[in-house]
């Protein structure tokens, strides 16, 4: 089945492997199937619509709506959202069945939602079983950990993107099981790694990219069980280590110019796997781990059986998911959600089963459309129900969505419309335009960026609002800063250091300043978003195109695009070339 996506125009695939998934997932109630109709959308749209939801980065200062108690929030002070303490929130002192409202049939599903959605606290940061994570957002069995975001079983890490099960690493982005790493980028159980990329079980490797099981290494490429490597060519211990002094400590200059040789070495010399993974089976995407049978998956580890999942680990039968921790089965449409089952179209769900719409709900079963609910069921508007009242008003809501009550003629920028789909709500992700952030503070805009015009004729939210920076002894620009480490002075936890090219002052935190001395690093001279920026920047799109192996010929599907220089090669022939 094609049909034409109703946001982007272009084509619109729908298998019957698909049409399968979307009727076994369906609820069923009183012995009938309720089925998902098939998506409007095409898969990057609905990735899109679904992380408008997701602000991981954007945090400010503000006050607890029950408390007054000062917080660090992912809302800023001036929306309209009642965010309490995250002790607050986890706490008796409020119930989430006292906002709870009757279903209306006079007004559309999502009008409702949004109603609901004002009243109903909300979590200042999304945290769960973590210690001394204040400036974490996403952040899960974490310790120590200061603006991480999407902080999975972490202890000490600094600075990171979705860094999971990983200590004291700081400026990571997507690393995982690694100890030690600083400026790392898609590495997988690497230890006192830098500046790499694409290495898996590597240590002591400095500028490297695709190597596995490599240590003492500098600025090589496609290695692979090697030692005392520089530049490519053996040197064995003794030249390795002299050459290695004569460098060290690495000042900034010397760290700029060997990211230079690096990116040059990678343009020239080096050969690119279609895919970066290890121990799969039938799959096809990007960064892909001990997974099987996956299609248009990205940064998927131990996953089976799921299609269009992005950043997602321990995932089983499930489509169109975005940023899950793990643990989840049977589900469709759904964003931040783990260790549940049978969810569709929800949000920051946890230990749950067969939630239909619903948002911020933990260790719940049977509820439609509810939020910030705790170990409930049957629940629908967070008005609770007998399990036969259940069981027969949803359906009857259901039929409802199918066809709303309002013309949809408000826009995209109406805080109650259908995000301008079609005549039918049921099947649908919330519509973008209740989503409490601005476009520009969601991950949307790192995976699918646009600018502020762009996004208002869109329909899009956008934020201009500036929290303050706090107030220092002075700013120093970063060029001004002693290139040792060792010139460094304990006054510089006093300033603020004045970006290279932002010109946005930024601060050194003792924990960080004590990894730049243990390691021999010299102080960034880039704020930490410019410094994300361009870590993302060397990561390729989340899409994968056609084209053939270099050396063979035959047909791959890659996220290198066919008119790029690199030299990609299939499976078969980059394992001949690299071993």
Not at 138 to 155: I, P
């Amino acid at each position: 089945m094609f049909k034409t996506c109703k946001n982007c125009q272009q084509n619109l695939e729908i298998t019957d492997e698909d049409l399968k998934f979307y009727d076994k997932i369906s609820p069923i109630f009183t012995g009938k199937k309720y089925s998902l109709p098939p998506p409007n959308l095409c898969p990057d749209c609905r990735s899109q619509q679904r992380m408008q939801f997701r602000n991981f980065r954007n945090l400010y200062n503000a006050k607890s709506a029950l408390s007054g108690e000062k917080i660090i929030s992912m809302y800023h002070p001036q929306l309209n959202y009642k965010v309490y303490s995250i002790n607050e929130w986890w706490s008796d002192q409020w119930e989430g069945l006292n906002f709870g409202q009757e279903y209306s049939f006079d007004k559309d599903f999502f009008e409702q939602f949004y109603d609901l959605q004002l009243k109903v606290p909300k979590l200042p940061l999304k945290q769960l079983q973590c210690e001394a994570c204040e400036y974490s957002n996403f952040a899960f069995k974490s310790q120590n950990c200061y603006l991480v975001f999407g902080c999975v079983e972490n202890q000490d890490c600094l600075y990171g993107h979705i860094v999971w099960r990983s200590k004291d690493c700081l400026d990571g982005l997507y690393i995982y099981e690694c100890n030690f790493c600083y400026e790392c980028l898609d590495c997988v159980g690497c230890y006192k790694s830098y500046f790499s990329t694409e290495c898996v079980n590597c240590a002591e490797t400095w500028f490297c990219h695709d190597c596995l099981g490599c240590n003492n290494c500098f600025g090589s490429t496609n290695l692979k069980q090697k030692s005392w490597y520089w530049n490519n060519e053996y040197l064995g211990k003794e030249k390795y280590l002299e050459k290695f002094k004569k460098i060290s400590p690495l000042n900034y200059k010397t760290i700029k110019q060997a990211k230079q040789d690096l990116s040059l070495r990678k343009k020239n010399q080096t050969v690119f796997p279609e895919i970066f993974g290890n121990l799969n089976e039938n799959v096809t995407g990007n960064h892909i781990y001990f997974s099987k049978n996956l299609t248009n998956c990205f940064d998927a580890k131990r996953c089976e059986n799921c299609k269009f999942l992005y950043t997602s680990q321990t995932f089983t039968d499930c489509y169109d998911c975005n940023f899950t921790p793990g643990n989840c089965e049977l589900s469709y449409n759904c964003l931040a959600v783990g260790d549940s089952r049978n969810l569709i179209n929800c949000r920051e769900i946890s230990n749950s089963t067969n939630l239909i719409y619903c948002y911020e709900c933990q260790n719940c079963h049977d509820c439609f459309g509810c939020d910030g609910l705790k170990y409930k069921n049957y629940c629908i508007l967070n008005k609770q129900y007998s399990k036969e009242e259940y069981e027969k008003l949803v359906p009857k809501i259901i039929e409802a969505m199918k066809s709303p009550k309002s013309p949809l003629t408000r826009g995209l920028g109406h805080p109650l419309d259908k995000g301008g789909l079609g005549d039918c709500e049921w099947g649908e992700f919330f519509p973008s335009s209740i989503s409490p952030f601005g476009y520009n503070e969601t991950v949307a805009q790192e995976y699918f960026p646009l600018t502020k015009n762009e996004c208002l004729k869109k329909g899009f939210k956008w934020s201009d609002y500036e929290p303050e920076f706090p107030k220092v002894e002075k700013i120093i620009p970063a060029n001004l800063l002693p290139d040792a480490i060792s010139e460094i002075p304990d006054d510089i936890l006093n300033w603020a250091v004045q970006c290279e090219i932002t010109k946005k002052p930024f601060k050194i935190i003792k924990p960080e300043l004590d990894f730049y001395r243990e390691h021999n690093l010299p102080i960034p001279h880039l704020h930490p978003d410019e410094r994300h920026k361009q870590r993302m920047a060397l990561r390729n799109p989340r899409k994968l195109w056609k084209r053939s192996c270099i050396k063979c010929n035959a047909e791959i599907q890659t996220t290198y695009s066919p008119d790029r220089p690199e030299m990609v090669y299939c499976e078969k022939c980059y394992l001949e070339i690299v071993y």
